[in-house]
Structure formats: structure tokens, C-alpha cells
């Protein structure tokens, strides 16, 4: 009897391992194909060189000529590694302080699904509408935001049209367009510290400042590290805007390319306009790389806090 | 916060004349409505809005389904090796799309028997003309089967057990108790899934610049700069902007709920 139902149960089991497979089939043939196979080939072309025209398996053999090039002699790629930490950093570092502080009132003040859709709307908006729009209103003779200045009797800048203040202006963007988004998380994260805590260091005499340093950081971690881990993941892949606010852009001037580059962008216009699949494929690679020892820093710096969500 | 949208509205409102004024006007004289209808007659926005929402309806569609199919199985089956497949689906979150571009690209190029191609994928340009080549990469979702796995782990197992002994099959109770429990997960992933794929530029941008029959809004956007580059049209261009972000906009107000849930549900969980 009691056999009978182990070998009932066994079966059963068994059954429903070939179902849970059968269910994940379409999730196992996609990343074969879209996964599997496109990783090994970017590694494969990343040492080879290849113009998409010619078969692939007849691509010449150049080992780790593409590395050496873009880690050494190809000044460009090192200054777009650059621009993209400093766009990373920026954006990332200013948007999740910015979000926090727009959190925190919008946590003590009514009204707050209005504003919610105010601070929303950008990152419902296509990035390439985003971009042209600022382009239009970082136009040094006649935009929005060289008028708003002067009225209030300040000096005009050069915003995109400047090497030096270009990337600094797309950034301004890129927070503007993403501190909703991450505004929500932390609206979220909050809401999940209960008001106790609060009750407690107010009755020991806390002011607003202790309880922010003491209860409100501390408890909000997880929340902290996950928008950080992936906001980096998105910066450094950053290309709309870029794309859309530098050479290409309206009247926006033209800007040396070294001075808003960033790794999507150069490697966009290797692969597609340059047609070099190898090297492409390369500072896909390396990227990568950079992405996953951020995000591995991230997870140990903010670990030894104790966070265990992760 | 909301002043450029406020701006790009009036401004694309406003007549030739008043949008060259210095210093400038902010409410137009009169609204210049014919500025839009002028828009579409110019400009096939219409085409590109048609492109983009038969793209990602179907994109939207497929996720659903696989992500809640991978989600049952993940969240409510016992089998070998799950664990893992789990955390390796999460894992693939981490690469940058820039590892899959070319790939897919040639693979699409290579697809046999399809845009002029012969039996060995030569020959045509494969999918990489047709709206599949915007479609089949996206159809499988790491976030979306994460989602779905939360949510449907969260459904009593008691229930799923007591339709098994009834004699209900795994496909059944698929069917007819999973996907009517996680309705709201599944509208919030829909919802998500749409305005990401909506918004979605570089791979449009790489599929469509050869290909202008399926070119999506986005890509159509980028070209307003091209197409009314002249001082003289910067009121269309304005006008084709506002075309080109509103209804989102307003989709966005009225599923609000929806999709600060997806968000809400990501943060806490990640």
C-alpha cells in the first residue's frame, strides 16, 4: 500500500519534471539562439577580423590584436571609457540623491499622484524625443534655457555646443529623464519602514537629520544597492541621448566627438558604419567586463553592511 | 520638471512667424492647429505609429505567455535543477545588449528560405527586412520570468494540490487557475513590456535605416530633424514631437497603477 503510493508519487514527480521542462522549452530554445549562440560568436569575432560580407569561419585569426589596439594604442576608446564612467558616475550618483530627496517630500505632502506623473512622464517618453526636445531648449542664441537664464540677468552658456559642457548638459538630461524612476523605488522602499521606528527616536528627542542618518539610511540599503547596481548597468550602456544629442543634433553645433563619446556610440559606429565586427565585438567585451566589476564592487561594498537581499 | 513638455506644446502650436520671434513667445496668438494636420500629410507618422504598435503588441503578447508558462514551472513544479535555471536566467540580466547586436544581426541575415535566401541562408537579406527581425529577439523576457515567478510562487499550493488530485493536468491548471490569479501581474508586465518596447531605439535604428517599410516611431522621430531641418518647418518638427510622445503619455495616466506596481514590485524584491 504504502509502496504503491512512493511509486504513485514517484511518477507523479517525474511527470512534472517533463512539464516544468516542456513550459521552460520556449525560454531554453530562445536563449540558444539568442543567448548561447551571440555570446560565443561575439567572442569568437572579438579575435578575428570580419567584415560581415565575407563567411565568418574564413575570418582571419588575429588573437588579441583587437584588445591591444583598444587598451593601448586607440586613444579614442580609452577617452569614451572615460566620458562613460564620468556619465555613469554623474548621472547615477546625483540622479539617486536627487530621487531620494524628491521621495522624502513627496512622502509628507498630499497630491502626491499628481506630481508622481509629473516627475513620471519623462521616463514614459521615448529617449529620442527626449533628446531632441533638450536639444532644442540647450540652444545657445534662442533656447528655453538660455532665455530663463537672462531673464534672471545670467550668463548664457554654450551647453552642447561647447566640448566642455557637452556631456555635463547631456547628463543634466539623463537625470532629469530618470529620477522618477528611481524616485518610485525609494518611494516603495520607504513605505516599507515602519513608522515605529520614527515614534521611538522621537520620543528619545531625535531630530529629523538623526532619524534620517540612523533609521531612514541604514533600513533603506537594499534599496539603495539595487538602484545603484542597476542604474550603473544602464549608464554605462547609455546611447539615446548621447546619440541624439551630440553630432547629429539639431543646430545643436558640432562637438569633436573625444568630448561626448561613449562606448555604445563608438562601438555602434564601428560595428554599423565602419563595419569592423571584430573590434566591435571586442569593446563589447570589454565592456562587459567593466559592467561586471562594477557591479561586483557595488555588491561588496554595500554587503558588508549586512544586506542579505542579495 | 514638466516645463519642456509644456514648452514643446505650446511651441508646436504657435505660426511660422510667432516661433521666430526674439525674444520669445510662449502662448501662441492663435493655436495653429493645422500645424498637426499639415504634420501628417508631410510626414508618414502614421505609418511608423502602425509599425511600432503592431511590433510590440506582438513582442508584449509572446513575453506574456512565455513569462508566465517559465514562471509556473520556476515558481510551482519541482524538478532538477531549477534553482539554478532560475538564478542563470537572472544572471543573463548582466550582459550589455552591445554583445548581441552583430550576432543577431547576421543570424536574422542567415535565416534560411525567407527574403530571397536559399536553403543555406544565403543569397537574400533573410529576416532582417521583415517585422520579424524587431519581433523574435524580444520574446523571451529574464525580468518578465522573474516577475511572473514572484507572483505566482505567492499562489496557495493547496489549491494547485486540490486540482491535482481532481485530476486536473499541469497544462489545465495553467489555463484555467494560474492565468486568471496573476491577471494584475500579468497586466502590469504587459503594460511595462509595451512602453520599454515602445521606447526602444538602437536595434529599430540598426533593423530599420535599410529598411523603411517597417521602421518604427522612434527611428520615424529621429528623421523629423532630417526631414524639417529648415527654420522655416521648426513648428511641424515641434508639432511631429508632441505626435510622437503623447499617447504614450496618456496610456501611461491611465494604467498609472499598473505599472508603478511593476516598478514597486522590482525594487522591493530585487
Given at each position: 500500500?504504502?509502496?504503491?503510493?512512493?511509486?504513485?508519487?514517484?511518477?507523479?514527480?517525474?511527470?512534472?519534471?517533463?512539464?516544468?521542462?516542456?513550459f521552460?522549452?520556449?525560454?531554453?530554445?530562445?536563449?540558444?539562439?539568442?543567448?548561447?549562440?551571440?555570446?560565443?560568436?561575439?567572442?569568437?569575432?572579438?579575435?578575428?577580423?570580419?567584415?560581415?560580407?565575407?563567411?565568418?569561419?574564413?575570418?582571419?585569426?588575429?588573437?588579441?590584436?583587437?584588445?591591444?589596439?583598444?587598451?593601448?594604442?586607440?586613444?579614442?576608446?580609452?577617452?569614451?571609457?572615460?566620458?562613460?564612467?564620468?556619465?555613469a558616475?554623474?548621472?547615477?550618483?546625483?540622479?539617486?540623491?536627487?530621487a531620494?530627496?524628491?521621495?522624502?517630500?513627496?512622502?509628507?505632502?498630499?497630491?502626491?499622484?499628481?506630481?508622481r506623473?509629473?516627475?513620471?512622464?519623462?521616463?514614459?517618453?521615448?529617449?529620442?524625443?527626449i533628446?531632441?526636445i533638450?536639444g532644442?531648449?540647450?540652444?545657445?542664441?534662442?533656447?528655453?534655457?538660455?532665455?530663463?537664464l537672462?531673464?534672471?540677468?545670467?550668463?548664457?552658456?554654450?551647453?552642447?555646443?561647447?566640448?566642455?559642457?557637452?556631456?555635463?548638459?547631456?547628463?543634466?538630461?539623463?537625470?532629469?529623464?530618470?529620477?522618477?524612476?528611481?524616485?518610485l523605488?525609494?518611494i516603495?522602499?520607504?513605505?516599507?519602514?515602519?513608522?515605529?521606528?520614527?515614534?521611538?527616536?522621537?520620543?528619545?528627542?531625535?531630530?529629523?537629520?538623526?532619524?534620517?542618518?540612523?533609521?531612514?539610511?541604514p533600513?533603506?540599503?537594499?534599496?539603495i544597492?539595487?538602484?545603484?547596481?542597476?542604474?550603473?548597468?544602464?549608464?554605462?550602456?547609455?546611447?539615446?541621448?548621447?546619440?541624439?544629442?551630440?553630432?547629429?543634433?539639431?543646430?545643436?553645433?558640432?562637438?569633436?566627438?573625444?568630448?561626448?563619446?561613449?562606448?555604445?556610440?563608438?562601438?555602434?559606429?564601428?560595428?554599423?558604419?565602419?563595419?569592423?565586427?571584430?573590434?566591435?565585438?571586442?569593446?563589447?567585451f570589454?565592456?562587459?567586463?567593466?559592467?561586471?566589476?562594477?557591479?561586483?564592487?557595488?555588491?561588496?561594498?554595500?554587503?558588508?553592511?549586512?544586506?542579505?537581499?542579495? | 520638471?514638466?516645463?519642456?513638455f509644456?514648452?514643446?506644446?505650446?511651441?508646436?502650436?504657435?505660426?511660422?512667424?510667432?516661433?521666430?520671434?526674439?525674444?520669445?513667445?510662449?502662448?501662441?496668438?492663435?493655436?495653429?492647429?493645422?500645424?498637426?494636420?499639415?504634420?501628417?500629410?508631410?510626414?508618414?507618422?502614421?505609418?511608423?505609429?502602425?509599425?511600432?504598435?503592431?511590433?510590440?503588441s506582438?513582442?508584449?503578447?509572446?513575453?506574456?505567455?512565455?513569462?508566465?508558462l517559465?514562471?509556473?514551472?520556476?515558481?510551482?513544479?519541482?524538478f532538477?535543477?531549477?534553482?539554478?535555471?532560475?538564478?542563470?536566467?537572472?544572471?543573463?540580466?548582466?550582459?550589455?545588449?552591445?554583445?548581441?547586436?552583430?550576432?543577431?544581426?547576421?543570424?536574422?541575415?542567415r535565416?534560411?528560405?525567407?527574403?530571397?535566401?536559399?536553403?543555406?541562408?544565403?543569397?537574400?537579406?533573410?529576416?532582417?527586412?521583415?517585422?520579424?527581425?524587431?519581433?523574435?529577439?524580444?520574446?523571451?523576457?529574464?525580468?518578465?520570468?522573474?516577475?511572473?515567478?514572484q507572483?505566482?510562487?505567492?499562489?496557495?499550493?493547496?489549491?494547485?494540490?486540490?486540482?491535482?488530485?481532481?485530476?486536473?493536468?499541469?497544462?489545465?491548471?495553467?489555463?484555467?487557475?494560474?492565468?486568471?490569479?496573476?491577471?494584475?501581474a500579468?497586466?502590469?508586465?504587459?503594460?511595462?513590456?509595451?512602453?520599454?518596447?515602445?521606447?526602444?531605439f538602437?536595434?529599430?535604428?540598426?533593423?530599420?535605416?535599410?529598411?523603411?517599410?517597417?521602421?518604427?516611431?522612434?527611428?520615424?522621430?529621429?528623421?523629423?530633424r532630417v526631414?524639417?531641418?529648415?527654420?522655416?518647418?521648426?513648428?511641424?518638427?515641434?508639432?511631429?514631437?508632441v505626435?510622437?510622445?503623447?499617447?504614450?503619455?496618456?496610456?501611461?495616466?491611465?494604467?498609472?497603477?499598473?505599472?508603478?506596481?511593476?516598478?514597486?514590485?522590482?525594487?522591493?524584491?530585487?
Open positions: 500500500m504504502v509502496k504503491k503510493q512512493v511509486r504513485r508519487r514517484k511518477r507523479r514527480k517525474s511527470k512534472q519534471a517533463l512539464i516544468g521542462y516542456l521552460l522549452s520556449p525560454v531554453f530554445l530562445f536563449y540558444s539562439i539568442f543567448l548561447v549562440f551571440p555570446i560565443s560568436f561575439s567572442l569568437y569575432l572579438s579575435f578575428h577580423r570580419w567584415n560581415m560580407l565575407t563567411p565568418p569561419l574564413k575570418a582571419r585569426y588575429v588573437a588579441v590584436k583587437h584588445f591591444t589596439y583598444l587598451l593601448v594604442q586607440d586613444e579614442t576608446f580609452l577617452i569614451v571609457l572615460k566620458n562613460t564612467l564620468f556619465y558616475l554623474g548621472t547615477v550618483f546625483i540622479g539617486m540623491i536627487l531620494l530627496i524628491v521621495a522624502l517630500a513627496f512622502s509628507r505632502t498630499k497630491y502626491s499622484s499628481i506630481w506623473f509629473v516627475y513620471f512622464a519623462p521616463v514614459v517618453t521615448p529617449p529620442v524625443a533628446g531632441m533638450w532644442y531648449l540647450y540652444r545657445p542664441t534662442d533656447g528655453l534655457i538660455n532665455t530663463v537672462r531673464w534672471f540677468h545670467l550668463p548664457g552658456q554654450q551647453w552642447l555646443s561647447s566640448p566642455a559642457q557637452a556631456l555635463p548638459s547631456i547628463m543634466i538630461t539623463g537625470i532629469w529623464a530618470g529620477v522618477g524612476f528611481t524616485m523605488i525609494f516603495a522602499g520607504l513605505k516599507g519602514i515602519p513608522e515605529m521606528y520614527y515614534d521611538a527616536a522621537r520620543i528619545d528627542g531625535a531630530n529629523f537629520w538623526q532619524g534620517f542618518w540612523h533609521i531612514t539610511l533600513l533603506l540599503k537594499p534599496t544597492l539595487f538602484v545603484l547596481v542597476t542604474g550603473m548597468i544602464g549608464a554605462w550602456q547609455v546611447f539615446d541621448l548621447v546619440f541624439m544629442m551630440s553630432s547629429g543634433g539639431i543646430d545643436t553645433g558640432v562637438v569633436p566627438f573625444e568630448s561626448v563619446g561613449v562606448v555604445a556610440l563608438h562601438m555602434y559606429q564601428t560595428a554599423f558604419r565602419y563595419m569592423r565586427m571584430g573590434r566591435a565585438s571586442a569593446m563589447a570589454i565592456l562587459f567586463l567593466v559592467v561586471l566589476a562594477f557591479t561586483l564592487i557595488e555588491l561588496r561594498v554595500l554587503h558588508r553592511g549586512g544586506v542579505e537581499s542579495y | 520638471m514638466f516645463l519642456p509644456l514648452w514643446l506644446i505650446l511651441a508646436s502650436l504657435q505660426s511660422e512667424r510667432e516661433i521666430m520671434l526674439r525674444p520669445m513667445v510662449f502662448i501662441p496668438e492663435v493655436f495653429q492647429w493645422q500645424n498637426y494636420v499639415i504634420l501628417f500629410k508631410k510626414y508618414p507618422l502614421d505609418k511608423y505609429y502602425f509599425n511600432s504598435f503592431l511590433v510590440n506582438s513582442i508584449t503578447g509572446v513575453v506574456l505567455l512565455t513569462s508566465s517559465a514562471g509556473y514551472s520556476l515558481g510551482k513544479l519541482s532538477p535543477g531549477r534553482e539554478l535555471i532560475f538564478k542563470g536566467i537572472l544572471a543573463t540580466m548582466m550582459f550589455p545588449v552591445f554583445l548581441f547586436l552583430i550576432p543577431v544581426y547576421y543570424l536574422l541575415k535565416v534560411p528560405l525567407v527574403g530571397g535566401n536559399d536553403i543555406w541562408g544565403l543569397g537574400g537579406v533573410g529576416f532582417l527586412h521583415s517585422y520579424p527581425a524587431l519581433i523574435l529577439p524580444f520574446v523571451v523576457n529574464a525580468w518578465g520570468i522573474f516577475l511572473m515567478r507572483f505566482i510562487i505567492g499562489i496557495p499550493n493547496e489549491l494547485l494540490d486540490a486540482a491535482r488530485i481532481d485530476g486536473c493536468s499541469e497544462f489545465r491548471i495553467y489555463g484555467n487557475i494560474i492565468l486568471p490569479l496573476t491577471r494584475p500579468l497586466a502590469t508586465l504587459g503594460i511595462f513590456i509595451f512602453i520599454q518596447q515602445w521606447n526602444s538602437l536595434w529599430p535604428l540598426i533593423i530599420t535605416t535599410s529598411a523603411p517599410k517597417i521602421m518604427t516611431l522612434p527611428v520615424g522621430l529621429q528623421l523629423l526631414a524639417f531641418a529648415s527654420a522655416r518647418n521648426q513648428h511641424y518638427f515641434l508639432a511631429g514631437l505626435v510622437g510622445i503623447v499617447p504614450m503619455v496618456i496610456l501611461f495616466l491611465v494604467l498609472q497603477r499598473y505599472y508603478i506596481k511593476g516598478i514597486v514590485m522590482t525594487g522591493l524584491k530585487g
